[in-house]
């Protein structure tokens, strides 16, 4: 069965950090881009950040930058984002997306573009 698997949410405190884990399960994503999106309860689906498929290009939202951090090992078909410094605004369930491209850099896109694969979601909760 072709899909991705996200692991690695739960509860932390402020202040505090997760990794979430985006695995690929029956493909490659050898030659995807893989992007992060969040949704809290209420809100609409927001991205987060995003790697290339060659790992090169990462980009990242304002909210986030110099707190999380993407990171892809194409060995074990997996890609990473690191959490740090958590926020009660971070709260919401995480999805990791597919996008094939062979080249280029990664772009912040919105969620209801065309992506190839999405995962389940794991959610995150940020509370004292």
């Known amino acids: 069965q072709l899909q991705l698997v996200e692991s690695g949410g739960g509860l932390v405190q402020p202040g505090g950090s997760l990794r979430l884990s985006c695995a690929a399960s029956g493909f490659s994503l050898d030659y995807y881009n893989i992007y992060w999106f969040r949704q809290a309860p209420g809100k609409e689906r927001e991205g987060v950040s995003c790697i290339s498929s060659r790992g090169g290009s990462t980009n990242y939202a304002d909210s986030v930058k110099g707190r999380f951090t993407i990171s892809r090992d194409n060995v074990k078909n997996t890609v990473y984002l690191q959490m740090n410094s958590l926020k009660s605004e971070d709260t919401a369930v995480y999805y990791c997306?597919?996008?094939?491209?062979?080249?280029?850099?990664?772009?912040?896109?919105?969620?209801?573009?065309?992506?190839?694969?999405w995962g389940q979601g794991t959610q995150v909760t940020v509370t004292s």
């Open positions: 997306a597919a996008h094939l491209q062979l080249f280029g850099p990664c772009v912040l896109k919105s969620p209801s573009n065309k992506y190839d694969y």
